[in-house]
């Protein structure tokens, strides 16, 4: 009966709506970097820092950047905003995807 209600209860908890950030768009990532509040600028911060140190150690789909490790937060920001802007298409992208084509764009490797 303990187990029952226990599993009754971590169901009922559970948000039926949860986000499935992996489904994460550009077009919404672009939305929480131009956003006032905290919170979305924060997500939005740390989700492109986290591509672009990905892109310190390999390859995020076909893209690679190199020398960038210096960067901050906020550069890495404004690199992703200007590419959405000079590339819409690239909205529809998912998220990880856009953000490392803008830092391949901005610190591409040497041949």
Request: charged share 15%.
């Amino acid at each position: 009966m303990r187990a029952a209600l226990l599993i009754l209860c971590l169901l009922a908890a559970t948000p039926a709506d949860a986000a499935d950030t992996s489904r994460l768009t550009a077009s919404q990532l672009n939305e929480m970097c131009s956003s006032a509040a905290n919170l979305d600028y924060g997500y939005c911060a740390g989700y492109v820092t986290a591509v672009a140190d990905e892109l310190l150690y390999g390859s995020v789909g076909e893209y690679r950047a190199c020398n960038h490790a210096a960067v901050r937060s906020q550069q890495y920001v404004d690199i992703f905003k200007n590419y959405v802007a000079s590339y819409p298409e690239s909205l529809s992208k998912p998220a990880d995807l856009a953000a490392a084509a803008a830092f391949a764009r901005a610190f591409p490797c040497s041949q």
